[in-house]
């Protein structure tokens, strides 16, 4: 469900962004781990990022995760879904109204992957977060319904 602003401007003075990311999980004997990030909010999360000219959400996505996450290998599954939220600029244009669509895609990387965060691409922090208790470290209520498809389909994949 789309997420409204209280006191939103005229909507059709919105600048409209495209991104993609993504949820990464691993297989270990451990059990079965995705990766998360900590954004430049403070708040964990997956890796996204800007789509950028002559490139497809899925290039998109593999990009943004990989320079985010500091992998060094992943394989793109499956499309999780798409987001659809409403907010106010606080890093570029402070307080204009920006509206965005996040295309979410399900990545698997090798069992022995190690995260190295990139600072200089917004990323605070990352960690392997066993996959039971993903859905309690995200911080947005939103990645909900991508988290339940991930999580569906990491059952299935091997």
Known sequence: MPKTIKNLPNKTQARHEVSAGGLVFKRTPKGLFF???KD????WTFPKGHVEKNETVEEAAARETIEEL?????????????????FRDQHVVKGSVIHKDIFYFLFSTPEKA???P?????????EWIPANQVMKKSSYDDLVPIIEKALSLVTRVK
């Open 35 to 37: 990766a998360m990030m």
């Open 40 to 43: 430049s909010y403070d708040k």
């Open 70 to 86: 500091g992998l060094e290998e992943i394989r793109l599954l499956e499309q999780l879904g798409k987001i659809d939220i409403w």
């Open 114 to 116: 190690v995260l190295d």
């Open 118 to 126: 990139q600072i200089s691409e917004h990323a605070l922090g990352a």
